[in-house]
């Protein structure tokens, strides 16, 4: 079992920069492709960005295409999510997630629906002003 604790929201204005962390514990990641998604309130969860196992392979959502980015460091058992230009609309509740029954071994595999993961986090809110 893999346990997610993510960390790094807060309140902020519109056009600043954030870094979400993910911390993994009990297992290491570093077989386990990784994502994040969130959710605004009435909402439903939404995916944000994804990555591989072996990190050679990123994938964002077009609402977030350009301004933020995610990477992974295995042997902290990491991942992170970058996220610049902050708009209103970014406010949500940002969970980390872990794949951990792959549909593909390939080392570019990357799943970008909810129900491909099998972990999360409790979720960091992020909450953006105009």
């Known amino acids: 079992q893999v346990q997610l604790v993510e960390s790094g929201g807060g309140l902020l204005q519109a056009g600043a920069s954030l870094r979400l962390s993910c911390a993994a514990s009990?297992?290491?990641?570093?077989?386990?492709?990784m994502g994040w998604f969130r959710q605004a309130p009435g909402k439903e969860r939404e995916f944000v960005a994804a990555?591989?196992?072996?990190?050679?392979?990123?994938y964002v959502g077009d609402s977030v295409r350009g301004r933020f980015t995610i990477s992974r460091d295995n042997v902290k058992n990491m991942v992170y999510l970058h996220m610049n230009s902050l708009k209103p609309e970014d406010t949500a509740v940002y969970y980390c997630?872990?794949?951990?029954?792959?549909?593909?071994?390939?080392?570019?595999?990357?799943?970008?629906?909810?129900?491909?993961?099998?972990?999360w986090g409790q979720g960091t809110q992020v909450t953006v002003s105009s």
């Open positions: 990555i591989s196992w072996s990190g050679a392979n990123t």
């Open positions: 009990r297992r290491p990641i570093r077989s386990y492709g």
């Open positions: 997630a872990a794949d951990v029954n792959p549909v593909s071994d390939s080392y570019l595999y990357i799943a970008v629906t909810s129900g491909q993961y099998d972990y």
